[in-house]
């Protein structure tokens, strides 16, 4: 699996982390995939829109680092829709979430590189 850490963000409060998220470098130049995962709040903070703020933090990261694909494992943790309101969308009916931000790929090939890259 060629997968690197990438990057992790927090979001602060009082001098500490009440929330993370990170983005997994995937796939290759041919299509350079973020994988967002480990997004999390701390109970008491949320619904305060934390989780919104990180995943708009998530998407200028993949913007400004010319990522071709957004990609998340959509869990069961969120309100229905959520991931849809920052542009993902179930990939052929899976679990697995995607946003293209360059160029247009065919989704089987989307898939097939998701696929060879693992599940995060
Ligand atoms: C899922 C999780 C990250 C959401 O964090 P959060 O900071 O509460 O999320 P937000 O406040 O940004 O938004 C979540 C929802 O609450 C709503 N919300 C935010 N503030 C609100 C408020 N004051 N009153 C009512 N609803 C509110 C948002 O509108 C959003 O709903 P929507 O998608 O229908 O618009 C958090 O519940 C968590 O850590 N869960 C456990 C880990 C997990 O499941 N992670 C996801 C893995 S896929």
Same mark, same amino acid.
């Not at 001098?15 to 130049?29: A, P, Q, R, T, Y």
């Given at each position: 699996m060629n997968e690197v850490a990438e990057k992790g963000f927090g979001f602060y409060a009082g001098g500490v982390v009440i929330g993370s998220v990170g983005v997994l470098k995937k796939g290759d130049s041919q299509l350079k995939i973020g994988g967002i995962c480990k997004l999390a709040v701390d109970p008491i903070f949320r619904r305060n829109g934390v989780a919104s703020e990180l995943m708009k933090v998530a998407d200028t990261y993949l913007k400004l680092n010319s990522f071709h694909l957004g990609a998340l494992w959509k869990g069961h943790g969120v309100t229905p829709g959520f991931y849809e309101g920052f542009g993902y969308s179930s990939l052929n009916g899976s679990d697995i979430m /995607?946003? =293209?931000? =360059? !160029?247009?790929r065919d989704s089987g090939s989307i898939m097939e590189a998701i696929r060879k =890259? !693992? /599940?995060w």
């Amino acid at each position: 699996m060629n997968e690197v850490a990438e990057k992790g963000f927090g979001f602060y409060a009082g001098g500490v982390v009440i929330g993370s998220v990170g983005v997994l470098k995937k796939g290759d130049s041919q299509l350079k995939i973020g994988g967002i995962c480990k997004l999390a709040v701390d109970p008491i903070f949320r619904r305060n829109g934390v989780a919104s703020e990180l995943m708009k933090v998530a998407d200028t990261y993949l913007k400004l680092n010319s990522f071709h694909l957004g990609a998340l494992w959509k869990g069961h943790g969120v309100t229905p829709g959520f991931y849809e309101g920052f542009g993902y969308s179930s990939l052929n009916g899976s679990d697995i979430m /995607v946003m =293209e931000l =360059e !160029g247009t790929r065919d989704s089987g090939s989307i898939m097939e590189a998701i696929r060879k =890259e !693992g /599940v995060w």
